[in-house]
């Protein structure tokens, strides 16, 4: 399987556009406010409406899904994520599946996305065209990645593994200042699951959504 990566980062938020011939995945879509960056960013790398064959999402946080509507409309990729973190797209609501986060945090998190116009409109709200389940597989769009389940962050969050040993993360790490794990856990328990899963499927690099992609030799020397 032959791709190009290309990583598209913006204040510490990663998207990942995947190339393929003349074919394109996308993997997360950023902030809306970052709407004009990360389409002047994929036309650059040449993606145009019709190669843009599907946007794949990690998980329901208002900075993983920003763009998707906007992107599906202009470019015509299919939205694929997980059924589970549903809610968190169709309401705009990133604590919608989370149940282990404190009341008081849930509200200042609210009301930061309100007072910084970060809260996902109605406009950019949706249902996803495929719903994607741990171990599917993606070979109908050229991209032979495994789906692997890893709850903890949020209630069903996902990554894509592929078969030359890259993972496309989200936020299960990050690498802000050095390889780590997510800073923001729903569930202890699923999510130290979620972690001891990394050592069960093979794995050479790292793609996170937040900081730089790295070693997965880097993380487990830390852990």
Not at 8 to 13: D, E, G, N, Q, W
Not at 46 to 55: A, F, Q, R, S, W
Not at 96 to 101: D, E, S
Request: net charge negative; glycine share 8%.
């Amino acid at each position: 399987m032959t791709y190009e990566i290309n990583v598209i980062a913006l204040k510490r938020v990663n998207c990942y556009l995947i190339k393929f011939s003349e074919d394109f995945i996308l993997i997360d879509t950023r902030f809306t406010k970052n709407r004009t960056q990360v389409e002047e960013a994929i036309e650059d790398l040449g993606c145009k409406t019709g190669t843009l064959k599907l946007i794949l999402l990690t998980h329901g946080d208002f900075d993983h899904i920003g763009n998707a509507v906007y992107l599906r409309k202009k470019y015509g990729g299919k939205i694929a994520m997980h059924r589970g973190d549903l809610g968190m797209a169709e309401h705009g609501n990133m604590f919608w599946n989370r149940t282990g986060v404190n009341i008081v945090l849930k509200k200042l998190v609210q009301f930061i996305l309100v007072l910084t116009g970060q809260k996902l409109k109605k406009e950019d709200r949706f249902t996803p065209d495929i719903f994607l389940e741990d171990g599917d597989n993606l070979p109908d769009y050229g991209f032979n990645a495994k789906i692997i389940h890893f709850p903890g962050h949020s209630k069903d969050f996902i990554g894509f593994n592929t078969t030359n040993g890259d993972l496309f993360c989200g936020d299960l790490l990050e690498n802000l200042k050095s390889p780590a794990e997510a800073s923001l856990v729903d569930n202890k328990d699923e999510f130290k699951g979620s972690i001891s899963r990394l050592k069960e499927i093979t794995v050479k690099k790292i793609y996170p959504g937040h900081g730089v992609p790295f070693s997965i030799e880097d993380f487990s020397d830390e852990h």
